[in-house]
C-alpha cells in the first residue's frame, strides 16, 4: 500500500511540475502567437477580428515590412554593428578582466571599482556632452563611432562577469602553461578564455541583445539612413500618429529571429556551467 | 609591447589630425525632420525640387520626437546643426536658439514683394514662431519659421453612436453635452475618450474651458502671479473634470491612455465622443474608413466668454543661421510651401496646409476642423507661459481629480503651493 | 640583479599588465568618464538645454532634498525591485528546479522561458495594453483579463488594474517580472545544474528529506549565483522606465513615477538639465550604497 502512494504521489508531483511549467511556458509563447498573428491581418481587422486564426490571411505585410521598411539595408548594419560590438566587448573586456584577476599593477583595484561603480551609475543626461566629444573626435554619423560607443555600454557589466570568472580558474593549469613557455597572452589565449566559454557565451547573448534593440543611440550619433540599424527602420511604422501595426508586427517578428538564433546557439554553452562552483560578486 | 604603444600613438594621433573647417557653400541643403508620416512625401517633392532647380535637398528622418529633440539639442552644443531643422519646444527654448545665434530671422524674405509669401500663409501658423514687439524673452520682434502645416484640437463625435441613443444633432452646450453622455450610458455606450495620458491634452482641455470660463486677461494675470489658482474660477474650470468623473462620461483607463489607444478606441466606435487633433483624420482613415463623424468645439459651459480651442501651426520648420546655404533654404522652404506643394502635402498625409489657397483640396472632414481656425489660441502665441513645474502639478491634479483622489479645491491648493514656491524662486 | 635593474624589470611588468586593460580603460574613459563628469558639472549649474549656463552651486541638491515627487518615485522603483527580488526570482528559481529534473522538453522550455526578455519593449507594451485593457464594448470585456475573470466565475475580481492608485504599481511590477525572469531562470538553471550528483546521493543515503536536501545541499551551494542574481536584479529593476511608458504614458498621476522617468520630466518636461543631472547623481550614489550593502551582507553569510 505505500509503495501505491508513494508512486502515486509521484506521479502527482511530476504532473503538477509539468502544469506549472507548460502553464508559465503558454504565457510566454503568447506573444509570439499575438505579433505573428497581427502580421497577417490588415490594419483595419487587427482588433477587430477577435478569432484565433484570423478569417483573412493578409501575406503581403512581411513583404511590405521588407521593402518599405529598407528592411535590406538596416538588417545588414544591424548584423554589423552586433558582431563588431559583440566581439570587440569579448576581445576587450576578456583581456582587462584578466589583467584584473591575475596580474598586478598599481591602482589595479580602483579601475576595476570604477568600472563596476559605472553600472550603477545611470547616464541619461550626457547624451549632450557624448554628442559633442564625438563630434570634436570627427566620430559622429560614422560606423565606428557608433560602434565604440555600443562597446562601452556593455563594458562593465562583461568585465565584472568575466573577472569572477577567471578568479575562479585553477592555478595549476595556468603554471603548466607558464612552464610550456606561454607569455601573458599566450595564457589568456590559451587557458583563460577556453575555461570561461559559458560566461562569454552570455555575454554574447546579452550584448547581442543589447545592440540589436538598441535605436536611441543610433538616432543621436548616425545621420545618414544608410546607416541606420534595424530598430531604427521598424520606428518608421510607428509614424508619429498613425501605426500600421499589421507591418509594424511583422518587422518586429523578422527583427525578433535573428536574437532568438543567436540564443539558440549560446545557450548550450551556458548550461555547462556558467558557474562551475561559484560566481561570487 | 612596442608595436602597441605605437600602433595606439598612430591612432590617437590621426583622430586628432583632423580639423574642422568652416562650411562652404554647396549645392546641397541639409534637413532633419522628426515626421515619420511624411517621410516619404518630403523625399518625392525633395526629388521634385531637384528636377527643377537642381539644388539637392538631403531629406533625414528621426524618429520618435524626443529622440529628435534630444539630437537637436546635442547638435546645437556641439554647432553642427543642419540647414533647416525643427523646434519641438516650448516659446522659450525657440527663444534660447534665437538669441544663441542658430536661427535666422526670416521676417525679410517674408515681407518681400509686398509681403507676397506671409499673406499666402495663415496669420495664425504664423504666429507659432513671431516674437511681437515688446515680447518678454528679449528676442529681437520678427518671424523665424516657416510653418508647414496647421493643426488644432477638437472634438469629434461619431453620428452612427449618437444616432444608436437617439441624438440627432451634437451638442451646443455642457448641458447638453451632459444630457447626451447619459442618454449614451443608458444604450450601454460609452460617452467620451481622449488620451489625457499624455498631459499636455488634459492641459488643452483645461485651458480651452479656462478660456471660456474667465477670459484671456484673468488667466495671464494669473500667470504673472496676480491671481491665485484657488480663485472661484479656476475651481470652476478643475470641477469640470469633477463633472465629468461624477456624471460617468469618462472612459475607464483615460489618465493612462495614450493619445494612439484613445485614437484607436474611437475609431473602433468604443466611445462616442473623442477629443484629439486634426491628425487624426489619418489615423482613423487607416483603422475605420467607414467611419461616420464630425467635428465640433468642445461645448461652452460658460456665457461670458469665447471659449477658445487650441491651434495653429503643426509643425514648422527653421533656417540655421549659421548656414552658408541660408538662401537656398529659405527658397526651398518658400516652394515647400506654396500652393502645389501644400496641396501634396495634405492629400497624401491629410493634413490641414499652412497655405490659404491649398484648403480647396482637403477632405471635407478636415473643412470641418479647418472651419474653426479663427477662434484657435496656443500657449505658443500667448505673451507669457505658466512655469513648467506649476503646468505639472496642475495637468498632475487634473488626473487626480479624474480618479477621485482630490477635490478641485485639495488641487487647487495644491497648484498654488508650488506657483508661490516658483514665484519666490523668481521664475 | 641591482636594484635599479629590478625596478626597471617590475616597471615593465606593471606596464605590461596595464596594457591588457587600456583599451577597456581608453574607451571608458572616453565615453564614460567624460559624460560623467560633464554630468557632476552641470548638476551646479542651472541650464535649460540652450543657452547659458549659471552657476547655483548646491542649489539643485537643497531641493533635491525636500523634493517629495523624487523620492516617491524611489520608493516606487524600491517597491518594483522588491517584487521581483521575490516573486521574479522565486518563480526562475522554482521553475529552474523543475526543469532540473525534468528530462524531456528541457531544451524546449529554456528556449521558451528566455522569450520575454527578448521582445521589444514595443509588444510588451501592446500586448499588456489589450491584456488590461479595462473598458468594455458591447456588453463584453475588451481586456483579456477582466473577460477571463468575468467568463470564469469571478466578476467581483473585474477592475480597473492600470487605473486604480493601489492596483497599478504592482500590476507594473508583476508585468515587470514577467519580462525578467527568463535571465533569472538561465543562471539559476546552469548554477543547479553543476552541484555535484554525488551530494545529493549522499544525502538520500543519509535518509535526509527532499525538503532538507534543499537547505543543507541546493541552497549553500547556490548562494554565489543567487548573490549575482540578486545584484543584476537590483541594478535592472531600479533603473527600469521604458516598460512604464508603454504601459501608463505618463504616469498615474504620480503613482507610477520612477526615478529615471523624473529625470527625463526634469531634461525634457520641465528644461532643467542642472537639476536632472544632480537626480541622476544622487540616483548613482544611493545604487553604490545598496549594492556595497548587499555584497557586506552576502560577505557575512558567507562566513556563517
Do not use: C, E, R, W
Given at each position: 500500500m505505500n509503495t501505491n502512494r508513494y508512486v502515486l504521489w509521484g506521479m502527482t508531483k511530476s504532473t503538477l511540475i509539468h502544469v506549472f511549467l507548460i502553464s508559465v511556458a503558454l504565457t510566454c509563447l503568447f506573444p509570439i502567437f499575438w505579433m505573428v498573428r497581427c502580421a497577417f491581418m490588415t490594419n483595419e481587422t487587427v482588433f477587430v477580428d477577435q478569432g484565433i486564426i484570423p478569417h483573412h490571411l493578409n501575406f503581403g505585410n512581411f513583404a511590405i515590412a521588407w521593402t518599405q521598411g529598407n528592411f535590406a539595408v538596416y538588417f545588414l548594419n544591424s548584423v554589423v554593428y552586433t558582431v563588431c560590438v559583440v566581439g570587440g566587448i569579448v576581445l576587450v573586456s576578456s583581456l582587462a578582466a584578466f589583467s584584473f584577476s591575475r596580474l598586478k599593477f598599481p591602482g589595479k583595484n580602483i579601475i576595476f571599482y570604477m568600472f563596476v561603480a559605472a553600472m550603477m551609475i545611470p547616464l541619461p543626461g550626457s547624451f549632450v556632452a557624448l554628442f559633442v566629444m564625438m563630434n570634436k573626435l570627427h566620430l559622429i554619423n560614422t560606423r565606428f563611432g557608433y560602434i565604440l560607443c555600443m562597446i562601452n555600454v556593455g563594458l562593465s557589466m562583461s568585465i565584472l562577469l568575466l573577472k569572477t570568472f577567471f578568479d575562479k580558474m585553477s592555478r595549476d593549469l595556468e603554471d603548466a602553461a607558464r612552464i610550456d613557455g606561454c607569455g601573458k597572452i599566450g595564457i589568456w589565449w590559451n587557458v583563460a578564455l577556453p575555461l570561461a566559454r559559458p560566461a562569454i557565451a552570455v555575454i554574447v547573448i546579452f550584448n547581442s541583445l543589447n545592440v540589436w534593440n538598441e535605436y536611441i543611440l543610433a538616432t543621436l550619433l548616425?545621420?545618414?539612413?544608410?546607416?541606420?540599424p534595424l530598430q531604427r527602420g521598424l520606428m518608421v511604422f510607428q509614424g508619429a500618429n498613425s501605426t500600421d501595426y499589421p507591418v509594424l508586427m511583422a518587422g518586429l517578428t523578422m527583427a525578433a529571429i535573428p536574437i532568438i538564433v543567436v540564443y539558440l546557439f549560446m545557450q548550450k554553452h551556458i548550461v555547462?556551467?556558467?558557474?562551475?562552483?561559484a560566481v561570487v560578486g | 609591447m612596442r608595436k602597441l604603444i605605437v600602433l595606439c600613438s598612430c591612432l590617437i594621433f590621426i583622430v586628432l589630425a583632423g580639423c574642422s573647417q568652416p562650411p562652404k557653400p554647396s549645392n546641397k541643403i541639409l534637413l532633419w525632420h522628426w515626421m515619420t508620416d511624411r517621410n516619404d512625401t518630403f523625399q518625392r517633392l525633395a526629388q521634385q525640387y531637384k528636377q527643377e532647380t537642381g539644388i539637392e535637398v538631403i531629406v533625414q528622418l528621426f524618429a520618435p520626437s524626443d529622440s529628435y529633440s534630444q539630437k537637436i539639442i546635442a547638435a546645437a552644443q556641439a554647432n553642427v546643426l543642419p540647414d533647416i531643422y525643427g523646434i519641438l519646444d516650448k516659446k522659450s527654448i525657440v527663444a534660447d536658439f534665437i538669441k544663441a545665434g542658430l536661427v535666422t530671422d526670416l521676417t525679410d524674405a517674408m515681407d518681400a514683394d509686398a509681403g507676397s509669401w506671409k499673406n499666402s500663409l495663415f496669420d495664425r501658423a504664423l504666429a507659432d514662431k513671431r516674437f511681437e514687439v515688446g515680447?518678454?524673452?528679449?528676442?529681437?520682434?520678427?518671424i523665424y519659421g516657416v510653418p508647414i502645416d496647421v493643426t488644432n484640437v477638437q472634438m469629434l463625435y461619431n453620428k452612427k453612436l449618437l444616432a444608436k441613443a437617439g441624438i440627432t444633432t451634437a451638442p451646443g452646450t455642457w448641458e447638453e453635452f451632459i444630457k447626451d453622455a447619459q442618454a449614451l450610458k443608458r444604450v450601454g455606450i460609452t460617452p467620451f475618450v481622449s488620451g489625457w495620458g499624455e498631459l499636455w491634452l488634459a492641459d488643452c482641455f483645461a485651458s480651452n474651458y479656462a478660456f471660456n470660463i474667465m477670459g484671456e486677461e484673468k488667466i495671464f494675470a494669473t500667470f504673472r502671479g496676480q491671481v491665485k489658482y484657488t480663485d472661484p474660477d479656476w475651481i470652476r474650470v478643475l470641477s469640470v473634470f469633477a463633472d465629468l468623473r461624477d456624471k460617468g462620461v469618462l472612459m475607464d483607463g483615460i489618465v493612462t491612455k495614450g493619445n494612439k489607444y484613445a485614437e484607436q478606441d474611437f475609431a473602433l466606435e468604443r466611445a462616442a465622443f473623442a477629443f484629439n487633433g486634426s491628425w487624426c483624420v489619418n489615423v482613423y482613415h487607416d483603422m475605420n474608413p467607414g467611419l461616420d463623424y464630425g467635428v465640433i468645439p468642445p461645448?461652452?459651459?460658460?456665457?461670458?466668454y469665447p471659449l477658445k480651442i487650441w491651434g495653429g501651426a503643426g509643425s514648422s520648420f527653421v533656417v540655421n543661421?549659421?548656414?552658408?546655404n541660408k538662401d537656398k533654404a529659405i527658397a526651398f522652404l518658400k516652394w515647400l510651401t506654396a500652393k502645389g506643394q501644400q496641396v501634396v502635402l495634405a492629400q497624401e498625409t491629410n493634413n490641414l496646409p499652412s497655405n490659404k489657397g491649398a484648403l480647396l483640396a482637403i477632405s471635407p472632414i478636415l473643412k470641418e476642423f479647418a472651419g474653426n481656425m479663427d477662434t484657435t489660441t496656443h500657449p505658443t502665441i500667448w505673451p507669457l507661459n505658466e512655469d513648467p513645474l506649476v503646468i505639472e502639478a496642475f495637468d498632475k491634479g487634473i488626473q487626480a481629480i479624474i480618479i477621485g483622489e482630490k477635490t478641485p479645491q485639495q488641487v487647487a491648493q495644491d497648484v498654488q503651493v508650488v506657483k508661490d514656491r516658483q514665484m519666490a524662486r523668481g521664475k | 640583479m641591482n636594484s635599479k635593474a629590478k625596478a626597471a624589470a617590475i616597471f615593465k611588468d606593471n606596464l605590461q599588465n596595464f596594457f591588457f586593460v587600456l583599451p577597456a580603460f581608453a574607451i571608458f574613459c572616453t565615453f564614460y568618464i567624460y559624460p560623467f563628469l560633464n554630468m557632476i558639472f552641470l548638476s551646479f549649474h542651472e541650464w535649460r538645454g540652450i543657452g547659458p549656463m549659471h552657476f547655483i552651486g548646491l542649489q539643485n541638491y537643497q531641493e533635491l532634498m525636500s523634493d517629495n515627487l523624487w523620492w516617491d518615485s524611489m520608493g516606487h522603483a524600491g517597491y518594483i525591485t522588491l517584487i521581483a527580488l521575490t516573486f521574479q526570482n522565486a518563480l526562475a528559481f522554482a521553475l529552474a528546479l523543475a526543469c532540473d529534473r525534468e528530462i524531456r522538453m528541457k531544451r524546449f522550455y529554456r528556449v521558451v522561458f528566455f522569450i520575454p526578455p527578448v521582445l521589444s519593449e514595443v509588444v510588451v507594451g501592446l500586448i499588456w495594453n489589450w491584456i488590461l485593457n479595462p473598458e468594455m464594448q458591447n456588453g463584453q470585456h475588451i481586456g483579456l483579463l477582466n473577460h477571463l475573470l468575468y467568463t470564469s466565475g469571478?466578476?467581483?475580481?473585474?477592475?480597473?488594474w492600470l487605473g486604480d492608485p493601489k492596483t497599478a504599481l504592482t500590476t507594473i511590477a508583476i508585468v515587470n517580472s514577467w519580462k525578467g525572469f527568463g535571465w533569472g531562470f538561465i543562471m539559476l538553471l546552469a548554477g543547479l545544474q553543476t552541484i555535484d550528483k554525488q551530494l545529493y546521493e549522499a544525502a538520500k543515503v543519509d535518509g535526509a528529506s527532499s525538503w532538507k536536501i534543499f537547505t543543507n545541499v541546493t541552497m549553500p551551494m547556490m548562494m554565489p549565483v543567487i548573490l549575482v542574481v540578486v545584484i543584476l536584479t537590483i541594478l535592472g529593476c531600479m533603473q527600469v522606465f521604458v516598460l512604464i511608458l508603454t504601459m501608463v504614458n505618463e504616469g498615474l498621476v504620480n503613482h507610477t513615477d520612477v526615478p529615471v522617468l523624473r529625470i527625463l520630466s526634469a531634461m525634457t518636461g520641465t528644461n532643467r538639465f542642472g537639476y536632472a543631472c544632480a537626480e541622476a547623481v544622487n540616483f548613482g550614489v544611493i545604487l553604490v550604497c545598496i549594492s556595497f550593502m548587499t555584497k557586506k551582507l552576502s560577505d557575512k553569510a558567507k562566513q556563517v
Open positions: 548616425l545621420g545618414d539612413s544608410q546607416l541606420m555547462k556551467g556558467l558557474s562551475s562552483g | 515680447n518678454i524673452y528679449g528676442v529681437k520682434p520678427g461645448p461652452p459651459i460658460s456665457t461670458a543661421a549659421g548656414s552658408p | 469571478f466578476p467581483q475580481l473585474v477592475h480597473n
